[in-house]
């Protein structure tokens, strides 16, 4: 059945992937993502990141606010390098 | 199909146009999403994900997470829930990555 | 977890990792790697991770040539069952002007002496073969080498330490060593946030924050830290002519721009930074970026930035790294310096140590890496590097 969970939908990753990962020894959030890559999609673990949290808070037995959360960075919506570099050539006149 | 009529909103869809999904010619409202287009014509799968080639279609529904990209125009990763519909506008499914024509 | 070792590593990026796997490989497995967050959490996790054998000094080639042989075969190597993600798409450099179109000729013969395939490539009639859409503008020439590329530096650390713990390495994360802790002009161990451990020897890989903990000691280490961003794209389906993208990369404009086997294209330029250990990031930075990039490579203005970091370089005065024995704590390495490509030459580097700890012959010399070198003048110097 967690074959069939889906925690990141961006990149793939299943329950039963991510309980795989946790009991390889990758404990926090940061781990994890670098692991498996769930977060590192185009939605950067907006889906995820709190679903992962919540199997880290049951099998640790932490608060979910003690759980460690990874830096968030921004942009927070995807940009286009296009709009960007225009602006970079704007802000050069 | 579309709600027509609502206790409380009025709902102000613009002019009706007609754009391309897969080929197909599809109805739209100038002032809709193009998923609400596709969804009022009876379209569930907009794509398929990247590794596992799961039929994806929309989950947030807000913007926020990307399962519902679709190539719009030849253009990649369109977030199809938050785009409005445009008289001739081609979309189609996008399985996995998509394409950047160059 | 004990309270004595043999050897105590500072540092889980990929220098102390693969240093633990070298020397646990030697039979010398009694050893501490301690890391204050998550093992690949520092500059390693942070970095282009990119690897090229198209280098200029023959002491960087070497380094270079024999580090790619390694990260061929990383996880048959240290038995790793993940994907290091080793995608060698090549690196087209391009010349921007003729002085450093003179210099890349110097270069070729370099590599060339030491067996790397790269060559010339003809902006006319191939440069299309290997970027299709690459606008040519201002470029002078460019230079090929496929073996060229970049690997996933979070899965190459993981490599290593699974090697080591498969070897007895104890490994320690979430941990900040604090202190060194010295004796009668030996090293006697280290005092952390979980306690206190002893060892005859520390080997001190911490990045930026080396220079810090070998001064505790009286040692004076010439590296300073310099914040690098760089940012990553959504994926797109692979947009080189048989596969990803290759590496572009380009010392005058100062940026390297590749896609990543994942299909996202990861970029970073190289700006003006003050002395700091801030790793914030900067929206200037954004902009300015793309606008570089988005001038060689148009094709690439629909892509949209999902996310951007920051890491630190550690710095050396000609950025070649230092492996400094301590004259103040004998038993204490320091080994930092290497100034944005510590990467591609770990795997090389750590057989140096680990040879060298380990009294066998090898062709390259440690000493040289000391930082006497400042004082004799004797530096290490590097024309091509971003």
Known sequence: MADQILICRCEDITKERLLEVIAEGYETIDEIKRATRAGMGPCQGRTCRQLIAQELSKIYGVPMEEVLMPTFRAPVKPISMGTLADAHKKGGE | MRIEEHPILDFDRGEKITFFYNGQEVEGY??????????????????????????????????????????????????????????????????GRGVVRV | MKKAYDIIIVGGGIVGCSIAFEMAKRGHSNILLIERGYLSGGATGRCGAGIRQQWGSVLNATLAVESTHIFENLEEYTGYKGNCGLNQAGYLLIACTEKEWDQFQKNLEVQHQLGVDSYPVDLEKDVYKYVPFINTDGIYGATFCQKDGHADPFHCTFAYAYGARQLGVDILTYTEVLSLKAEGGKIKGVSTTKGDFEAPMVINCANAWAPGLAAQVGDEIPVFPERHQALVTEPVAPMGPNGPMPMVMSFHRKFYVQQSPHGSFIMGIAETEPVSFNIRSSWQFLEECCGVICDTLPALRGLRVVRQWAGLYDMSPDRNPIIEFSKNAEGLITICGFSGHGFMVAPRTAILVAKHLCNEQDDLDIKRFSADRYRTGELLLEPSVV
């Not at chain 2, 809709?32 to 398929?48: D, M, Y």
């Not at chain 2, 399962?67 to 008289?87: H, I």
């Open chain 2, 30 to 95: 100038t002032n809709e999403t193009i998923v609400a287009a596709l969804h009022a014509a009876g379209v569930r799968k907009l794509g398929a994900s990247p590794e596992l080639h799961r039929p994806r279609g929309l989950f947030c529904a807000i913007g926020n997470c990307s399962s519902c990209f679709m190539t719009v125009d030849d253009e990649p990763n369109v977030r199809v829930c938050v785009v409005k519909c445009k008289q001739g506008m081609r979309v189609e499914e996008q399985n």
